[in-house]
Nanobody, 121 residues
């Protein structure tokens, strides 16, 4: 089994910064992609940022230029540095990982439990 454990959410004023972390643990051979999604009240879950094992990144349009995703492959950990936060960034942020658990089993998708980010105006 694989677990994703997130940390770093909280309450911050508009213009402030937060850093989210997500560590994957369990039976892991490789993690081709790790990502952060977010879901605001009454809205669909949306991609915030995604990173591949070789460091390629992609961002949702609403966070480009303000958020930075990074990862430490040795620690199976992904980070999301969020700067210039806006009230509309308020959401539950979920860690997502596509994990290869063995050399004979295909990829499986896992989700973290979510961490609340609240940006006050």
């Amino acid at each position: 089994q694989v677990q994703l454990v997130e940390s770093g959410g909280g309450l911050v004023q508009a213009g402030g910064s937060l850093r989210l972390s997500c560590a994957a643990s369990g039976s892991i051979v490789g993690i081709p992609t790790m990502a952060w999604y977010r879901q605001a009240p009454g809205k669909q879950r949306e991609l915030a940022a995604i990173i591949t094992s070789d460091g390629s990144t992609n961002y949702g349009d609403s966070v480009k230029g303000r958020f930075t995703i990074s990862r430490d492959n040795a620690k199976n950990t992904v980070y999301l540095q969020m700067n210039s936060l806006k009230p509309e960034d308020t959401a539950v942020y979920y860690c997502n990982a596509l994990v290869k658990r063995s050399f004979i089993i295909g990829l499986n998708e896992y989700w973290g439990q979510g961490t609340q980010v609240t940006v006050s105006s």
